[in-house]
């Protein structure tokens, strides 16, 4: 028979599907394992990318399954978001519709390449079911003040015609998504108070070692944990104080000027009193048009106008004027510097710009004294304080505590920690989102939504503008609703939550999809959560991630659950690359999956994905590779398929490994073993599973050159194609399980204990054991494995070459290493 993989495939897929195969529910009487993997926006169609992800997540749950634990394996859709609007726009069809077609599609595809998801518990984020209990999460987040409301600068994106969170900002001040520069506008939105877990959100990076360090160090800088003090300008022509921070206390004497971000809230009162008011003010606007990076970007010009104020200097009682400056930044710290240019490098270039006095206040331990008036770039080591009062000729360090007791002394500085970590901008100007349940009242002011009030349901049936403006505020009937506290008219929110809120949480919905009471009960959470392993892209190592632990951490001390990390291990999965890019589809580089699985089957595409590179990896598509994984299950077919009599009619009894005499045999015998050991260490420990693909393919060509010539042979040959066959279900689940029938077994391979190595079976025969003199290879010599280090020492001491080397000299030592090497010390 000729390997028919798409009709084998097909077979396999529906019986699956019928008997339920991989249908959980939890049991605490077994070890449990969840296994998950990010699950996909329904962009329609599943790209190779996914395909990826889910061969990877889909072979080590298939493992653990038949290593006997309790694998939940659940998959989704985050189907919420913005792809959903454009799509409406420009194919003239419901957001809702096309969001619900392309589900059913990526479905359809997943079940295609075999993947043993528990589909009863699949959830779409868009769907009321899921999304109530979004909302009803926002307003515990409400209650406990984590959600909050204000006027602040945010991220606007032009393009998007929404604004960001700062993690949605990448590193070039573009938006994540559409890659459009992002500016700063002043809008009232909503927050999560994500800096309250700031601490907590650091510390237990360290509890997470199944993490990639890279992930974990994106994390600690991105949360950005600093040390030092707050302190207080008072600025008396404007009746304010202003606040900043440093983590150099000590340069605190070398203060020549302040300056402030364009959108620090007291720049409104500067406008008011300025005399320059026209002046300021088209500054202003032209710095928040412009993206943080062009603002910040080392090397860039740094430009400012003088407000015409001045604050004093508590430690000296100077007065240092104010400036607004496009290189400070509200998001970072306080939104105003202390500017001390004699030992900071942005401050230094801006002093010398604007001619604002240099004071040099720690000299260099060693070297030449620096004098403000001729530096010719900022000194920022440590040093000696210098021009400081009576800290002069201490040390940095010390200057430092011994300057904030005198400045909490004073009363003029706090202690304090500070983080780069700002709080969540959650709100969103788009119409394809979660509804905020918040009401607006003429007489109540601002009202959450009732609980038993909950889903506050998104009209299906509106049109998005051109421009990408949402239609939920024109739609008044939507809009105009009853306040829940005096029953008088009030105004819904317009804004939608941010699709990263449905993704925090729904590995935790996956534990209890069905359920309409609650969020999901804290038993089953506590059963199955945290996720033992996630697998996705580290592009969310700053968004997803850190959501998901905020998060979580929250339910914990909502009595939720009792987990306080939500993922164990996470593994993330390298590019797909073909011809020396991503794939995209503007490069014109894209590889249909459909396409392949129609041309070489589901089990060739998985194969391939999971031999060509390690995980980690980025992993180039090559043609010739998946046809050459194509021939490898070929040659498997074939092999069984022409050998099938012999096969079947074999003894079920393995053979023992002291019953096999002839040498070839007991090698064929230890091949099958130590691949089961290699596999699974591969699989298990290592996550290697390209080089387990590699000991497989090995094992094949051991089984095609093993003739069999009696009854013990074909026992023998039924082992290695038993344990061929096991191993590899899980990379090729539908050739496997098929060729497993046809043998003659009864039970499905998908549910069959994964096979145990046989530890005689994987002692050698005999060892090729090297024996140095002083360290130089002399000699080597075959003996039997297992000898003791004093029987090697004997036998390597009686061989006449190394008598010979030796003779008339001290034996210093004899270093053994059992089975491998003996090294004879030795003296004149």
Known sequence: MAYDFL?????WQKVWEEENTFKVKADPSKKKFYCLEMFPYPSGALHMGHLRNYSIGDMMARFLWMNGYNVLHPMGFDAFGLPAENAALKYGVQAHEWTHKNIEQMTDQLKRMGCSYDWDRRVETCNPDYYRWTQWIFLQFFKKGLAYRKKAPVNWCESCNTVLANEQVDSEGKCWRCNSPVIKKKLEQWFFR???YAQELLDDLDQLPGWPERVRIMQRNWIGRSEGARLTFTAKELGEEIETFTTRFDTIFGVTFLALAPEHPLVDTILEKASNKEELETFVKTCISQSEIDRTAVGGEKNGVFTGFYATNPATGEDVPIWIANYILMDYGTGAIMGVPAHDERDFDFARKYQIPVVAVIQPAEGDHLDGD??????????????SGEFNGLPTQEAIGRMLDWGEEKGFCTREVNFRIRDWLISR???WGAPIPIVYCDHCGMVPVPEKDLPVLLPTNLTVKEGGRSPLAEADDWVNTTCPVCGGHARREVDTMDTFICSSWYQFRY?????DKKVFETDLANYWMPVDQYIGGIEHACMHLIYSRFFTKVF???GLCNAREPFSNLLTQGMVIKDGAKMSKSLGNVVDPDEIIQKFGADTARLFILFAA???????WSEQGVEGV????????RYIEENLEGLKNASMERVEMGSLVNKDRRDFKRKIHKTIEDVTRDIQEERQFNTAVARLMELLNSIYSCSPKDEKDWGLLREGVEVLLMCLNPFCPHITEELWQMLGNQNRLALSAWPIKDEAALVLDSVTVVIQVNGKVRHKIDLPAGLSKDELQQKTLNEPTIQKRIEGKDLVKVIVVPDKLVNVVVKE
């Open 7 to 11: 009709s084998i495939e097909q077979k």
């Open 194 to 196: 994500i800096t309250d």
């Open 374 to 387: 001729t530096m010719s770039e900022a000194f920022v080591d440590n040093g000696i304080a210098f021009n």
């Open 429 to 431: 100007q788009r119409y």
């Open 511 to 515: 534990v209890d999809p069905r359920n």
């Open 556 to 558: 914990a001390d909502l």
């Open 614 to 620: 390690p995980p980690g990896n980025d992993l180039e």
């Open 630 to 637: 194509h021939r490898f299950l070929n040659r498997v077919w």
